[in-house]
């Protein structure tokens, strides 16, 4: 790497501008020969995570595996709200009251998109009426954030607004202005445990604050999306408040609905999804869901069962998925030292857990950064989607999954997207 490359920027002059744009544009132009398909898109767990829950698929093959410790023939109908034993498996591994858990399908996004229709059609335990009977309703969206849960807000017509997120969780003197103020704000969106894409893991304060909070609409959730609950990068234990303890002492255990799922823990897709909730609110949901259906998959709750055993069984299995996806994780923030540092061209995070890299290019440079790595075959998340509506206000963040990958695809993906960064940045700067 030549000297003046590694000069902030905005040290630069023209000429040396234009020599960085001429030497990234040749590198882009030779990967662009080898037409190449990376994809960094999606927090897809790779192959040889997957194989750690192969297991799985052979653990119940007879008869007799099909019963649960009650008798119950799990190949029937009947149990709606999951088996005793299944519901255990996730209060040991969560800290929730097994009796205030549902296991519900394959898929928490799922759930999380039916308790939002549920809210709009029926309403919620406590409230006058449906939302949607009530106006123009919204929800507060910590941004940047996960796209899937600004997707569901849009696709209902709820409008959403953006609240920075800070180093400790979203900024609670933005989010209490707005839910303590706006009786037509009904919820906000929380992934409390290595943020998506943040990585960011709330600290005691902001849980407590969550807990404390007294919104203006009687019938506001926050709905808890705790998907990375289990899913420690390092041989440590990430300490999560338990929102549900603080909670109690205030008496707003109705505000919180609670997300949870075995996607990124056995197989995406064929995994389990819960919900928790207070009695109350269970009281309310149970009949809606019991017109949907006369009971979930009850074959692979006691395959989950039975492969991990207890909630140790799960954190141990963690363990083994940790140390096939640390590695990527490392490489990536080795790549983007090696590439960017000293430059004034970017930053990101260096999370503890979780699937992903929050990356920020300089203002400006997100959108184009996308275009110059999608010409040259390498797919990033769509620059912006981090954000409702999909504006990022300072077009400067990308978030970078380097789960599905194998190394050397990531390897060489991280080098093309360091080469569309500096090329990006120098393009801007010479336009100012």
Not at 105 to 133: I, K, Q
Not at 206 to 211: K, Y
Request: net charge negative; proline share 6%.
């Amino acid at each position: 790497m030549a000297n003046h490359e590694r000069k902030p920027y905005t040290e630069m002059n023209t000429d040396e501008l234009l020599a960085v744009c001429a030497a990234e544009q040749e590198k882009l132009d030779h990967w662009s020969d080898m037409n190449l398909t990376l994809d960094l898109t999606r927090g897809k767990p790779n192959q040889a995570q997957l194989d750690l829950s192969s297991g799985m698929l052979s653990i119940v093959s007879t008869r007799g595996d099909c019963f649960s410790a009650s008798g119950l023939d799990c190949r029937n109908y009947g149990v709606l709200d999951g088996l005793p034993e299944t519901k255990q498996l996730f209060s040991d591994l969560l800290g929730l009251p097994a009796g205030n858990i549902l296991v519900l399908g394959n898929s928490s996004l799922n759930v999380m998109y039916d308790t939002l229709v549920r809210a709009m059609l029926f309403g919620v335990a406590g409230g006058h009426e449906p939302w949607c009977r009530q106006g123009r309703i919204k929800f507060i969206c910590p941004s940047p954030g996960y796209d899937r849960h600004f997707t569901i807000c849009r696709t209902l017509g709820i409008e959403m607004i953006p609240v920075p997120m800070k180093a400790d969780g979203p900024d609670m003197d933005a989010v209490y202005d707005l839910a303590c103020s706006d009786p037509s704000v009904k919820g906000v969106w929380c992934v409390p445990k290595f943020s998506n894409p943040e990585g960011i893991t709330y600290s005691d304060e902001v849980v407590d604050a969550f807990a404390a909070m007294k919104p203006a609409a009687p019938d506001f959730r926050i709905f808890w999306d705790n998907a990375y609950a289990v899913h420690e990068l390092y041989d440590e234990n990430v300490r999560l408040a338990n929102i549900f303890d603080y909670a109690r002492e205030y008496g707003t255990e109705d505000n919180i609905f609670y997300f949870a799922s075995t996607s990124k823990i056995t197989f995406p897709g064929s995994g389990l999804a819960i919900m928790a909730a207070s009695e109350r609110n269970l009281e309310q949901i149970r009949p809606i869901i019991a017109t949907q259906t006369i009971g979930y998959d009850k074959i692979n709750q006691m395959r989950h069962v039975k492969f991990f055993g207890s909630a140790a069984g799960i954190r141990e299995h963690m363990k083994h998925q940790a140390n096939i996806i640390r590695p990527k994780f490392e490489l990536v923030e080795h790549l983007f030292h090696k590439y960017l540092d000293d430059l004034g061209i970017a930053h990101w995070t260096e999370p503890r857990g979780g699937y992903f890299i929050s990356l920020y290019v300089r203002e400006g440079c997100a959108r184009r950064v996308y275009q110059l790595a999608r010409s040259v075959g390498v797919t990033l998340t769509t620059a912006g989607s981090t954000y409702p509506y999909g504006r990022d206000p300072k077009d400067s963040n990308l978030r970078i999954a380097p789960t599905y990958p194998e190394p050397e695809e990531l390897e060489l993906a991280i080098k093309i997207l360091c080469s569309c960064i500096r090329l990006a940045c120098a393009e801007k700067l010479l336009k100012s």
